[in-house]
C-alpha cells in the first residue's frame, strides 16, 4: 500500500512545468555522472522541491540538453498518440494505453536524456583537452603568485576573504563561484590579461588524485587547506582517503607555505611540522586577542611582539577569525601594509547563504 501511494504520488509531482529542466539542474549539479544522477533521481520523491535553494546555470550544454529534452518529450507524445489511434482495439483500451504511456514518460525522460549527453561527451572531450592544455601554458608562463585552497568545507569562503584582503595591495584574480575543476580553471586562465599579480584558485576534490591533477595545472606558490570532512563520504567512501586527497596539495607544494585550519581535527593530525597552522588564536607568530562578533560584525586585534593591529570585518562568527587571521598572514607575506590589511578586512561582508544576515520589513534580522 505504501509502495503504490508513493509511486502514485511520484508520477503526479514529476508532472509539472519544472521537470525537464530539475532534471538537467540534477545532471549539471552531479557534474554530468550519470551514475550520480541516476541514484538523485531514484531517491527523488517531489521533483518541485529540486531547485528550491538553487537554480539551473544556462549554460550551452543545460541549453542543449533541455532542447534534446523538449525534442524528446514531443517526439514521444506524437509517436504514443499515433500509435494509440492506429490501434485496433476498443476505444477504452486504447485510452487507457495513451495514460499508461503518458505517465510512464516522467520515468523514461531522466534515462533517456542521458543518451544525447554521451554523444556529447565524446565531442566535448578532445576540445577540453586543448583548452586546459593552453591554460597549462599561459599559467606556466605567469608571473602572478598562485594561492591553491583546497578542503571539504569553506573553500569559496576562503577564496572570497583573500580576494577582498589583497586587492588592497596588489591586483588579484580569482576564479568565479565555483569553478574548480580542470576545465573550469581553464576557462577562467583563459580571461586572463596577464598583468595580475595575485591568482586564488578554488581547487575541488571529487576522487583521488584530484587535486594532484590541479596542482599540476596551477602550479601553486602558497597552498590553503580549510578542513577535512565527510563532505564527499559518497564518493571517498572514507575520511583516510578524503584526508590523502586533500593533502595531495602538501606534497605538491613541498616545502612552500602550506596553511592548514588548526580548527578541524583531521586537518591538524594531517598537518606537518613545517605546515603553518591558523585558528581563531592566531597563525605563525601573529597571535589574536580581544575577539568580539555580533550581528554587526567580528572585531579582534592582531599581535606580534610589540606590533598590534585593530581589525573590524562584517562576517559573523567566531569562526571566521582563523580564515581572517590566515588571509592577514599571507598578505604581510607579500608585502601588504598594515593599514591595507585592516582596510582589506574591513571590506569583507557576509556571502550569499553564509550567515548572511537579511533585514525583514518587520525588524527582524534572519541569518541565511
Same mark, same amino acid.
Given at each position: 500500500?505504501?509502495?503504490?501511494?508513493?509511486?502514485?504520488?511520484?508520477?503526479?509531482? @514529476?508532472?509539472?512545468? @519544472?521537470?525537464?529542466?530539475?532534471?538537467?539542474?540534477?545532471?549539471?549539479?552531479?557534474?554530468? +555522472?550519470?551514475?550520480?544522477?541516476?541514484?538523485?533521481?531514484?531517491?527523488?520523491?517531489?521533483?518541485?522541491?529540486?531547485?528550491?535553494?538553487?537554480?539551473?546555470?544556462?549554460?550551452? $550544454?543545460? &541549453?542543449?540538453?533541455?532542447?534534446?529534452?523538449?525534442?524528446?518529450?514531443?517526439?514521444?507524445?506524437?509517436?504514443?498518440?499515433?500509435?494509440?489511434?492506429?490501434?485496433?482495439?476498443?476505444?477504452?483500451?486504447?485510452?487507457?494505453?495513451?495514460?499508461?504511456?503518458?505517465?510512464?514518460?516522467?520515468?523514461?525522460?531522466?534515462?533517456?536524456?542521458? !543518451?544525447?549527453?554521451?554523444?556529447?561527451?565524446?565531442?566535448?572531450?578532445?576540445?577540453?583537452?586543448?583548452?586546459?592544455?593552453?591554460?597549462? %601554458?599561459?599559467?606556466?608562463?605567469?608571473?602572478?603568485?598562485?594561492?591553491?585552497?583546497? %578542503?571539504?568545507?569553506? $573553500?569559496?569562503?576562503?577564496?572570497?576573504?583573500?580576494?577582498?584582503?589583497?586587492?588592497?595591495?596588489?591586483? &588579484?584574480?580569482?576564479?568565479?563561484?565555483?569553478?574548480?575543476?580542470?576545465?573550469?580553471?581553464?576557462?577562467?586562465?583563459?580571461?586572463?590579461?596577464?598583468?595580475?599579480?595575485?591568482?586564488?584558485?578554488?581547487?575541488?576534490?571529487?576522487?583521488?588524485?584530484?587535486?594532484?591533477?590541479?596542482?599540476?595545472?596551477?602550479?601553486?606558490?602558497?597552498?590553503?587547506?580549510?578542513?577535512?570532512?565527510?563532505?564527499?563520504? +559518497? @564518493?571517498?567512501?572514507?575520511?583516510?582517503?578524503?584526508?590523502?586527497?586533500?593533502?595531495?596539495?602538501?606534497?605538491?607544494?613541498?616545502?612552500?607555505?602550506?596553511?592548514?585550519?588548526?580548527?578541524?581535527?583531521?586537518? !591538524?593530525?594531517?598537518?606537518?611540522?613545517?605546515?603553518?597552522?591558523?585558528?581563531?588564536?592566531?597563525?605563525?607568530?601573529?597571535?589574536?586577542?580581544?575577539?568580539?562578533?555580533?550581528?554587526?560584525?567580528?572585531?579582534?586585534?592582531? &599581535? @606580534?611582539?610589540?606590533?598590534?593591529?585593530?581589525?573590524?570585518?562584517?562576517?559573523?562568527?567566531? #569562526? #571566521?577569525?582563523?580564515?581572517?587571521?590566515?588571509?592577514?598572514?599571507?598578505?604581510?607575506?607579500? %608585502?601588504?601594509?598594515?593599514?591595507?590589511?585592516?582596510?582589506?578586512?574591513?571590506?569583507? #561582508?557576509?556571502?550569499?547563504?553564509?550567515? +548572511?544576515?537579511?533585514? +525583514?520589513?518587520? %525588524?527582524?534580522?534572519?541569518?541565511?
Amino acid at each position: 500500500m505504501i509502495s503504490t501511494t508513493m509511486t502514485i504520488r511520484r508520477t503526479l509531482t @514529476r508532472f509539472h512545468p @519544472r521537470l525537464i529542466s530539475s532534471l538537467v539542474y540534477m545532471l549539471q549539479a552531479s557534474e554530468y +555522472e550519470p551514475e550520480r544522477y541516476l541514484e538523485w533521481v531514484r531517491r527523488t520523491v517531489d521533483f518541485r522541491a529540486v531547485q528550491r535553494r538553487k537554480r539551473l546555470r544556462y549554460t550551452p $550544454k543545460a &541549453v542543449l540538453l533541455l532542447s534534446v529534452s523538449w525534442a524528446i518529450v514531443a517526439a514521444w507524445i506524437i509517436a504514443v498518440t499515433s500509435f494509440t489511434l492506429s490501434f485496433d482495439a476498443p476505444l477504452v483500451l486504447r485510452i487507457f494505453a495513451l495514460a499508461c504511456s503518458v505517465a510512464a514518460l516522467p520515468f523514461v525522460l531522466p534515462r533517456a536524456i542521458l !543518451a544525447p549527453l554521451f554523444l556529447l561527451r565524446m565531442a566535448q572531450v578532445p576540445i577540453e583537452r586543448q583548452i586546459i592544455k593552453k591554460a597549462q %601554458g599561459k599559467i606556466h608562463q605567469s608571473t602572478a603568485v598562485k594561492i591553491a585552497i583546497a %578542503g571539504s568545507y569553506g $573553500k569559496t569562503t576562503m577564496k572570497e576573504i583573500l580576494c577582498t584582503v589583497l586587492s588592497e595591495g596588489k591586483r &588579484v584574480a580569482a576564479t568565479p563561484g565555483n569553478a574548480n575543476t580542470p576545465i573550469g580553471i581553464s576557462r577562467f586562465v583563459g580571461t586572463l590579461r596577464g598583468d595580475e599579480e595575485v591568482l586564488v584558485l578554488e581547487c575541488g576534490e571529487y576522487y583521488p588524485g584530484d587535486i594532484e591533477k590541479l596542482c599540476s595545472l596551477v602550479e601553486p606558490d602558497i597552498g590553503l587547506i580549510t578542513g577535512v570532512n565527510e563532505a564527499h563520504l +559518497e @564518493r571517498f567512501k572514507t575520511l583516510e582517503q578524503t584526508t590523502k586527497t586533500i593533502f595531495e596539495l602538501a606534497d605538491c607544494l613541498g616545502e612552500k607555505p602550506l596553511y592548514v585550519n588548526a580548527e578541524s581535527p583531521l586537518a !591538524a593530525a594531517a598537518a606537518a611540522a613545517h605546515h603553518r597552522l591558523y585558528s581563531r588564536r592566531g597563525v605563525v607568530d601573529w597571535h589574536v586577542g580581544g575577539e568580539t562578533t555580533g550581528i554587526g560584525g567580528t572585531r579582534f586585534t592582531l &599581535v @606580534r611582539g610589540a606590533q598590534e593591529i585593530e581589525v573590524v570585518s562584517g562576517l559573523l562568527g567566531l #569562526q #571566521q577569525i582563523g580564515p581572517l587571521a590566515a588571509a592577514a598572514a599571507i598578505a604581510f607575506e607579500l %608585502g601588504l601594509s598594515a593599514a591595507e590589511v585592516a582596510r582589506g578586512i574591513r571590506k569583507t #561582508q557576509p556571502f550569499e547563504h553564509r550567515l +548572511e544576515p537579511r533585514p +525583514e520589513a518587520n %525588524g527582524v534580522i534572519t541569518i541565511d
